[in-house]
């Protein structure tokens, strides 16, 4: 059964650092993509990052472009997050997300807060 589980959330300041880690378990992500998504207050949730499944094809919003790095790391069946020089925009809930090769992100966490304050 599919599972994906995040965690490292929490509170810090502008200009901190922070890794999200998310474990994931499931057939599907043996070769599947990944992905980190971020919903924040009153806002719809927007895409963060993407990386397949052996890193060759990684991508990132415009808005966390040169601060954020997604890396996965197969045999311990975790995908990264880690996010230098956080600003309080990046106030949100984070999310992990996979799904096979074919596409779609069909299996979501419960997602992790991160708070940053000014």
């Known amino acids: 059964q599919e599972q994906v589980v995040e965690s490292g959330g929490g509170l810090v300041q502008t200009g901190d650092s922070l890794r999200l880690s998310c474990v994931f378990y499931?057939?599907?992500?043996?070769?599947?993509?990944m992905a980190w998504f971020r919903q924040a207050p009153g806002k719809e949730r927007e895409f963060v990052a993407h990386?397949?499944?052996?890193?060759?094809?990684?991508y990132y919003d415009n808005s966390v472009k040169g601060r954020f790095t997604i890396f996965r790391d197969n045999a311990k069946n975790t995908v990264y997050l880690q996010m230098n020089s956080l600003k309080p925009e990046d106030t949100a809930v984070y999310y992990c997300?996979?799904?096979?090769?074919?596409?779609?992100?069909?299996?979501w966490g419960q997602g992790t807060q991160v708070t940053v304050s000014s």
């Open positions: 997300t996979g799904g096979p090769p074919s596409g779609g992100y069909p299996y």
């Open positions: 499931g057939r599907t992500f043996i070769d599947g993509h």
């Open positions: 990386i397949n499944w052996n890193g060759s094809n990684i």
